[in-house]
């Protein structure tokens, strides 16, 4: 058997089971996330430990991002009798409002030791670049 010595984390523990703060598919949870750019593309990198690749969905609709994922037990409860179950079981999303400068067409997702990162390459026609000044006959003379 398993012992503690934090007595609040058993406090912890069933306040968030008597006020239903697990993941439903309705109500899910937040997922932790960290953002960034990093050269041409921004950089998404979310805290999904413990689920498995094909509990993890990714949508684009329009500019909205959505990632959902469900982490379920790893034991049979019909012959497991639980000593301790700390870890929370559930659904977890995020959502962001991605901007228009973004190519949402070429978004690339890559699952390791728990992280989802996702890298969304910026839009070509929001890159800075330099308007060639042409030389023309724009000027004409007036003659009398």
Do not use: C, H
């Amino acid at each position: 058997m398993l012992m503690r010595t934090d007595p609040f984390r058993e406090f912890d523990r069933l306040t968030q089971q008597l006020l239903g703060t697990t993941g439903t598919w309705s109500r899910p949870s937040a997922v932790p996330m960290d953002a960034y750019r990093d050269g041409d593309e921004y950089v998404i990198a979310l805290d999904l430990p413990g689920v498995s690749p094909d509990a993890i969905d990714i949508d684009v609709e329009r500019n909205m991002l959505t990632v959902k994922a469900e982490r379920r037990p790893l034991v049979n409860t019909d012959t497991v009798q639980m000593e301790l179950s700390e870890r929370p079981l559930g659904v977890f999303s995020r959502q962001l409002v991605l901007a228009d400068t973004l190519d949402t067409e070429r978004i690339s997702a890559d699952y390791d030791a728990g992280v989802l990162t996702l890298r969304i390459p910026i839009a070509e026609r929001a890159k800075p670049r330099k308007i060639a000044i042409g030389e023309g006959s724009g000027r004409k003379q007036i003659s009398t």
